[in-house]
């Protein structure tokens, strides 16, 4: 049976989080009543020009540098030609050929080492806006259109075809939109359309050295998305072949109801866009010193992140990527290494059971209630046997449900670790008499039997007692019977 | 001499002297308008009370000592291709038969500042498209000097308003000799000033890269006035110059002498009429007796220049006007099948031939395949052009030519000839491809129809345009010829 491998170029469009749009004063917040964010400008009305942001170049730049690209000192702005309602002028403002950023690369963890994944290009461009449809697209009678976003800056990232898998298309989106969250360009939240993804797709023989026949997929809006369209796309063009068919290059769009792919558009159908430079913008010159100056804005990226945090706190590889993931993850990790010395510790909880709150309840760790030093505080607690291991968890999840101090919650709800043994005596002698067949199994050897005795007591006393002193007693009790 | 015929200049000296208010100038020019505008067809809309209001607020302020603009409580007319707040901005075109504007022109803002008079918005070729002002949906602008003739365009509202004395002074805009074309053709003074000079925002778009306002006047002076007020860098505007706008009345001197002037033989071989030829060599003797040093020169890639402008223009038009879809404002078809019909349907009805000729043009211009065969060669070659213009003003101040290589024809005699329509734009284009001011100003008749005569200078030099057109006409009176309508 032939292996195929699998050849997949990544199209990410990523919206800049200016204040304003990219060739007018209009605001780009998200969520406002439709056609409330407009002016004649960005509706493309008879007669006015466009003025670009500065603000947007400088993004621009900033993301270019943490993707490792050349920062190109002579860019323009070209028309591509198109027709469509959610398009005002007919033309959206693109760059083609002399685009702000290209020869970049970034690297990911695969599992079995690094990956890196050539960066081609990256260029600014402003959004369209968005149809309406009253009821489904098909049976429609009317659609309304919001220009909201209609000006919107965005920058297209293209990536080489050097992802393999639909695996490695994730971690590669995971990881440039972590590099991007961290430059402070975009928000990338896919949820609210901020960052989007089209994919270009092809299977091989493994072993060929020519491309097969691509095809593009739109419309990947979420990870899971992305996977299963790429998942099943893959599956299909391998079909297509072992039947000794030919793939179409062409456009299809994934359908998240049904699970598929479809046909969008094939390549004769192609829209030709027309682009030709724009002549109402002039050419951006980008000097030295401008470059030079937004390097400097450049904050410390995930890869030197994860290398620092290794080195410094000791993380194991694995940690310190979790943790680098997102820098909101990583400054509440290391506000916490200011005040306490266990670095595992930290990461142990912040992978651990904050991920599982923070998911279940999906939020993201800048709307959680646990502020860095109440994990330092409860993990004081948990150090000083104040609470024991278990209790600690619901002090945790105490924490994340009221955002109280752990040591508040400790006392209100009355969950101190029992250490002292005169307390916890009586309670011992009563699982001894509740349990004969326990302290007989223990008494004929088996040892093992101690451990049920230590659950009852801990039972009995709420969690509160310390195991480690119950199991100290017990043993002495039940070595002395 | 009625109150309508006289300049914008004289005008401004009666108000001063209190020998007559504004909106007696105003009334006069309305009533004018009511008179002849039926022979003309200047205007698509004319603004009666509103002009009146803002006359009489200037007639409050010189009653009140205020200091006042030279152009203010002058009457002037807006070719409808400029963006005017609540009044109907059509370019003559169906598909925007119905559309106001929510926001002015930079160029109408600035007029507003200077309490100028906006008298009405006139009739041009459909989105500026075109030379004889034939294209316009609604009805065809008349020669003033004879209403059976053309009144060039694509700005003839504007001009044969001036020389019909339905304005004091307009506004227009050239994009390939749109405002030099009719200047020459109805006998009047008008200038392209240089690309970048005057702000764009708000005039509906043509070719981006072509496209420039400028004045028509009865005399240089009056259009040295409006360079005053319409000139300078707008914010609004990527493709506006900053740069120190100069009073341009300071250059008005009557004095050209040891002024280089250059002939370039292309303007003044094949294909120009004999007698517009003699006009012009006239003009260029004159000039150089009043002490210009007046030579014969060369444009070695003239030849080419209206291929390259009928590339880039259309190629640019198929684009700025892709936006006419019938989504939001204007024109919209009726009763369509679809989203694709609707787009088609309301296109193919709202634009007129000429306009949908050169979509088609540009579209093809650019498309795949094509790109580099056409649209990029005519990049390259209007290069060259811009290096001829170059090389040519490293030894002249001023260059001379006709504005226009015939007189102005009949009605229909050309409406159907595209190419022969285009032959008509052969010495004003090579100037937009180039973006260097000109000005075309009154200078002779043949057969009774004005004869206008081209000066061409280096960008932001309109000042010694300004010098030499106004020493020329200190010196003759053909400016002083008037129509018999």
């Known amino acids: 049976m032939t292996q195929y491998e699998t050849i997949i170029g990544l199209e990410v469009h990523v919206e800049l989080k200016t204040k304003t749009k990219i060739f007018c004063s209009c605001s780009t917040e998200f969520g406002a009543e439709p056609n409330h964010h407009v002016c004649p400008v960005c509706m493309g009305l008879p007669g006015v020009l466009p003025v670009l942001n500065k603000k947007v170049v400088e993004y621009g730049i900033l993301a270019g540098l943490a993707l490792n690209c050349q920062i190109a000192d002579f860019s323009k702005f070209d028309r591509k030609n198109y027709f469509y309602p959610d398009l005002p ?59 909201n976003r209609t000006g919107v800056p965005l920058i297209e990232i293209v990536s080489e075809p050097d992802m393999r898998s639909p695996e490695e298309a994730k971690a ?8 991007i969250q961290y430059t402070d360009v975009s928000d990338c939240k896919m949820q609210e359309g901020s960052l989007r993804c089209d ?54 769009t994934w359908d998240e109801n049904k699970g598929i792919t479809l046909a969008l558009r094939s390549k004769e159908e192609a829209q030709d866009y027309r682009y030709f430079p724009e002549p109402d913008l002039v050419p951006v010159v980008i000097s030295r010193e401008w470059v030079d100056s937004i390097k400097k804005l450049l904050p410390e990226l995930p890869d030197e992140k994860k290398r620092r945090y290794i080195e410094e706190f000791g993380l194991p590889p694995y940690d310190a990527s979790v943790i680098t993931v997102s820098k909101d993850i990583a400054s509440f990790f290391e506000a916490c290494t200011r005040n306490y010395p266990e670095a595992k510790a930290i990461s142990n909880w912040i992978m651990g059971d904050l991920t599982r709150l923070l998911n279940s309840h999906n939020m993201d760790i800048k709307e959680c209630s646990i502020k860095p030093q ?15 291991g278990k209790i600690a968890k619901t002090v945790f999840e105490a924490m994340f449900e009221t955002g109280k101090d752990p040591g508040v919650i400790v006392e209100e709800k009355g969950l101190k670790q029992i250490s002292d043994a005169s307390a916890i005596e009586g309670i011992i002698d009563r699982a001894i008499e509740d349990n004969p067949k326990s302290v007989e199994d223990y008494k004929k050897g088996k040892k093992k039997a ?32 | 001499m009625k109150l309508y015929q006289k300049t914008a200049h004289r005008l401004h000296e009666m108000l001063l002297n209190k020998e007559v208010s504004s909106e007696e100038i105003t009334q006069s020019v309305l009533n004018r308008i009511s008179t002849v505008d039926e022979k003309v067809g200047a205007y698509v809309t004319v603004l009666g009370e509103n002009a009146l209001d803002t006359a009489r607020k200037v007639d409050r302020k010189i009653k009140d000592g205020t200091n006042i603009h030279p152009l203010a409580g002058i009457p002037i007319a807006i070719k409808d291709n400029m963006c005017t707040e609540g009044i109907r901005t059509t370019c003559s075109s169906r598909i925007l038969y119905n559309y106001m504007p929510p926001y002015n022109a930079t160029v109408i803002e600035r007029l507003g500042e200077v309490d100028a008079v906006m008298i009405g918005k006139t009739n041009m070729d459909e989105f500026a498209m075109g030379s004889s002002c034939e294209n316009s949906a609604f009805f065809p602008t008349c020669n003033p000097w004879s209403t059976d003739r053309v009144a060039g365009g694509s700005s003839g ?13 307009a506004l227009g805009s050239d994009t390939g000799g749109s405002i030099r074309l009719p200047a020459a053709y109805c006998g009047v003074v008008g200038m392209k000033p240089t690309y970048g000079a005057v702000s764009r925002y708000g005039l509906i778009a043509f070719a981006s890269s072509l496209d420039q306002i400028g004045p028509f006047g009865k005399d240089v002076t009056d259009c040295a006035l409006l360079m005053n007020v319409i000139c300078g860098h707008d914010p609004m505007d990527s493709t506006s110059v900053k740069f120190d706008v100069p009073d341009y009345t300071t250059f008005l001197a009557n004095n050209v002498k040891g002024l280089k002037i250059g002939i370039p033989k292309e303007y003044m071989g094949e294909g120009i009429d004999a007698e517009i030829k003699n006009s012009i060599q006239e003009a260029a003797e004159k000039l150089a ?29 198929s684009s700025n006007l892709a936006r006419y879809d019938g989504v939001r404002y204007g024109y919209r078809a009726q009763d369509p099948e679809d989203m694709i019909e609707m787009f088609k349907k309301t296109r193919s009805e709202g634009f007129g031939p000429e306009v949908k000729r050169r979509i088609m043009l540009g579209t093809y211009a650019l498309s795949a395949g094509y790109y580099d065969a056409y649209y990029n060669k005519a990049l390259k070659v209007r290069t060259l052009i811009k290096q001829d213009f170059d090389s040519a003003f490293e030894k002249y101040d001023v260059l001379l030519s006709p504005t226009s290589p015939i007189p102005p024809f009949k009605r229909g005699e050309k409406v ?53 057109a106004y020493t020329f006409e200190q010196n003759t009176v053909h400016h002083e010829n008037k129509p018999s309508i």
């Open chain 1, 374 to 388: 109440q994990l330092v505080e409860m993990l004081k607690l948990l150090d000083n046997g104040t609470i024991s």
């Open chain 1, 89 to 147: 002028k007919a033309f959206q403002v693109s760059q083609y050929d002399l685009p702000i950023a290209e020869h970049g690369h970034l690297e990911f963890d695969t599992g079995e080492g690094e990956k890196r994944v050539g960066i081609t290009r990256i260029h600014m461009e402003e959004d369209a806006g968005k149809l309406v449809h009253q009821g489904s697209i098909s049976t429609t009678t009317h659609s309304l259109v919001d220009y």
């Open chain 2, 157 to 169: 509202g504007s001009s044969a308003s001036v020389a019909a004395d339905e304005a004091i002074v």
């Open chain 1, 450 to 481: 101690i451990g049920f005795l230590v659950g009852q007591v801990m039972k009995a006393s709420k969690g509160k007692a310390n195991p480690q002193v119950v199991n100290d007693i017990l043993q002495n009790k039940l070595d002395h019977m």
């Open chain 2, 289 to 317: 007796s009043l002490g210009a040093e007046v030579e014969e020169t060369g444009l070695p890639h003239t030849k080419h220049g209206l291929s390259a402008y009928y590339l880039i223009a259309p190629a640019e038009a």
């Open chain 1, 199 to 252: 994919a270009n797709v092809s299977v091989r023989p493994l072993g060929n050295k020519e491309f097969g026949t691509k095809v593009e997929i739109k419309n990947l809006n979420s990870f899971k998305a992305m996977q299963r369209a790429l998942e099943y796309e893959i599956e299909r063009q391998i079909d297509v072949v072992e039947d000794n068919g030919q793939i179409v290059q062409e456009t299809r």
């Open chain 1, 172 to 179: 590669y989106v995971e990881k440039l939109k972590a590099i």
């Open chain 2, 416 to 468: 159907d000839d595209p190419l022969q329509m285009y032959m008509v734009d052969i010495c004003t284009l090579a100037v937009n491809l180039a973006g260097i001011p000109a000005i075309s100003l009154p200078a002779g008749m043949v057969n009774g129809l004005p004869v206008g005569l081209q000066l061409m200078g280096k960008p932001f030099d309109e000042g010694t345009l300004l010098r030499a």
